[in-house]
């Protein structure tokens, strides 16, 4: 069977590899398009993830403690409760867009 070699034999073996490489460089194709697409929309979204903490990072949070109740006999309609931290207690960012804002600048895109 291999005893002998042709030249048809080896025209076809070349044929089989150029379908086989023309097949492979298609699906290479259509992954990096695929890909780019993806990369695209990561993009996108984080641009989108930027502009919004820009936008909202300034924004003072709402008081967690309750409004002191209102005192018979006191104009004031509402007096907040003083607030007292303990001294070891950190003082976080007024956001949690901060915190996001920090997770995606650290991000490597």
Do not use: C
Not at 6 to 18: E, P, T, V
Not at 47 to 62: E, G, N, P, S
Not at 79 to 95: F, L, M
Request: glycine share 4%.
């Amino acid at each position: 069977m291999w005893d002998s070699l042709k030249r048809d034999d080896i025209d076809q073996a070349k044929q089989q590899l150029a379908l086989r490489r023309a097949d492979i460089v298609r699906r290479h194709a259509d992954e990096i398009g695929r890909l780019d697409g993806d990369r695209s929309e990561l993009e996108t979204l984080n641009r989108l993830a930027d502009a919004f903490a820009q936008k909202y990072k300034d924004v003072r949070t709402v008081p967690s403690k309750p409004l002191a109740p209102k005192v018979a006999g006191n104009n004031s309609a509402h007096t907040p409760a003083p607030e007292t931290q303990p001294p070891d207690q950190r003082i976080y960012g007024q956001s949690n867009f901060d915190t996001f804002a920090r997770a995606v600048s650290k991000s490597a895109f």
